[in-house]
């Protein structure tokens, strides 16, 4: 009976993480197009509801009806798996991170505000990551269009490439939390007001800014959106995608977005970790949440604002800067690790938890 | 309780392992590479879920992170690259070895069927306790302990292999000066850079 309930908790748990990151990537689509549009001194779309505010159901709708075209030649079984690979491995990483600390419900008790915690939640995490490449890859080679072809194989190319400083880039924080289980890593954050134990400040800014930059070109946007880059290959790997397929890619790249930001916070910048978080737990989800809305920020101003790599600059960016980066971060966090002085000025910026708040 | 779970248990691995089978069954029928390539995967990913079911969540990861996410990433861009065609049936040469072949099969099943009903000398409960073995601390703890001298032989087996893949590679290193620009000697490493 006691596995029954807990089975129905977690299901009610992921139900209610689905509907949340859905809701909110729908939003972030809107606010990417009002904020390109003030970057680039136009309106963006406002008629539909207040402000606009209805246009992620209106393109939902138009998705929908819209008609669904197959190619002739394309390879058909694979041209259907594509976008559900795509899809699925963008939401299948939502169920680890940890949205808030341990909250008071009025019946049911108290509950930690994460779906499903184990040990090895950040290598679930780079293994579901690593799946999604297949989805791109797939939908590019099964449409039988040179422009898919390349589009998928250029992101084939750079998703390993930068897989590799994404992942180096974490193996910091895991050597300096000694753990891969994410809500311990979180807890270990909690410093003074919640702020100053976040990794970020104290010996991983290298491996943050590694992070952040492997993680722009790992979900394929500006700069680093070379396979889907509209002057060279139409659409890329996409080209031949119609109505809901195309918005199952389209929807797979947003909640890339937005699992990336949210391992970003999570492991950097602390989590739910903020002032008062010890005296108002269910602070904790609005902390967490800011955070990766400034992420989501971060990304759509990027794209307003830089031009795109050329495709040898993205390889030699990748190995010959990010890779050996990541490399003289993982040996200067093992070196720091054994001197005393780090000890000391760890504990005394993590373990004070709540000195005044 | 307890027997709900290992009903649930049951269930699980009949279900991964019979996908992990039909997986494996189709990726040597498939006479598209490409399929292949995609059913080897669904066995990677089965495999995977079953490591989960017997208490090993690391070297679960491990599997899905090392085999389906960057062996087979490569396997398949390979395949992409290159175009491979669909194998044409061809008629069977060598039909002596057929006899041979299927007797070994039935030697391979006999041992399978010796062991499951035959066997039973394995202790009915576990040892040590079983859900420490899987984790990532004991499996850390032990490959830089007990097992440090075979791990570093690995590791230098790997590198060894990196930096003769590298050397191999390398246009004019192995080879005389010169000798990989000729047109006729297109290395396939120069088709994939014009062609990206």
């Not at chain 1, 590694?210 to 070109?217: D, H, K, R």
Request: hydrophobic share 55%.
């Amino acid at each position: 009976m006691e596995d029954l309930t807990h089975a129905a908790w977690v299901l009610a748990g992921i139900l209610i993480a689905f509907f949340v990151v859905m809701t909110m990537v729908a939003y972030t689509v809107l606010a990417e197009r009002r904020i390109l549009g003030f970057i680039q001194g136009r309106l963006g779309p406002n008629r539909v509801g207040p402000q606009g505010f209805l246009q992620p159901l209106a393109d939902l709708i138009k998705f929908i009806f819209k008609e669904d075209i197959v190619p002739d030649k394309s390879t058909r079984f694979v041209y259907f798996l594509a976008p559900v690979i795509a899809t699925t491995a963008a939401l299948m990483t939502i169920v680890v991170y940890p949205f808030g600390p341990e909250v008071r419900l009025p019946i049911l008790g108290s509950i930690h505000l994460v779906i499903a915690r184990f040990d090895v939640a950040l290598l679930y995490v780079l293994g579901i990551t690593s799946v999604g490449v297949y989805g791109v890859a797939l939908a590019g080679w099964s449409s039988n269009n040179k422009y898919s072809l390349m589009g998928g194989l250029r992101s084939a190319a750079q998703m390993i490439s930068y897989e590799l400083a994404l992942g180096l880039a974490l193996i910091g924080v895991i050597l300096q939390s000694g753990t891969l289980d994410l809500y311990s890593i979180v807890e270990q954050q909690a410093g003074h007001l919640g702020i100053s134990g976040w990794n970020v400040f104290w010996v991983q800014p290298l491996g943050f800014l590694i992070y952040l930059i492997a993680a722009i070109a790992e979900t394929n946007r500006v700069p680093f959106d070379l396979p889907e880059a509209e002057t060279e290959l139409v659409a890329g790997f996409h080209t031949e995608y119609s109505a809901m397929k195309f918005a199952l890619f389209f929807l797979a790249e947003y909640v890339n977005m937005f699992t990336v930001s949210m391992l970003a916070t999570t492991l950097f910048l602390g989590g739910w970790n903020g002032p008062f978080v010890n005296r108002a737990p269910w602070l904790g989800l609005f902390y967490f949440f800011g955070k990766v809305i400034l992420f989501l920020f971060l990304y759509i101003w990027l794209r307003g604002t830089l031009p795109r790599f050329r495709f040898d600059q993205l390889m030699s960016f990748g190995w010959k800067f990010l890779v050996p980066a990541a490399i003289v971060n993982i040996v200067l966090t093992a070196t720091l690790q054994w001197s005393p002085v780090f000890d000391f000025v760890s504990k005394f910026l993590k373990t004070s938890v709540g000195w005044w708040g | 309780m307890h027997r709900e779970r290992r009903k649930v248990l049951v269930v699980l691995f009949i279900l991964f392992a019979g996908l992990a089978v039909g997986c494996a069954i189709s990726m040597v029928a498939q006479r598209n590479p490409l399929y292949g390539a995609i059913s080897l995967i669904g066995v990677f990913i089965s495999l995977a879920c079953l490591y989960v079911t017997l208490a090993a969540p690391f070297i679960a990861a491990v599997q899905v992170i090392i085999y389906a996410g960057a062996i087979m990433v490569l396997v398949v861009f390979v395949i992409m690259l290159l175009n491979v065609e669909e194998e044409e049936r061809r008629p069977m040469r060598m039909r002596s070895l057929i006899p041979i072949a299927v007797g070994l099969a039935a030697i391979l099943f006999a041992e399978a069927a010796f062991i499951i009903f035959f066997v039973q000398a394995s202790p009915a409960t576990p040892t040590r306790n079983i859900s420490d073995v899987g984790l990532t601390s004991s499996i850390g703890a032990g490959l830089f302990t007990h097992y440090l001298l075979p791990f570093e032989i690995t590791s230098i087996l790997l590198l060894m292999a990196i930096v003769g893949a590298m050397t191999l590679a390398r246009r004019g290193g192995l080879l005389p000066a010169g000798a990989g620009d000729r047109g006729s000697s297109r290395t396939v490493k120069e088709d994939a850079e014009k062609s990206l």
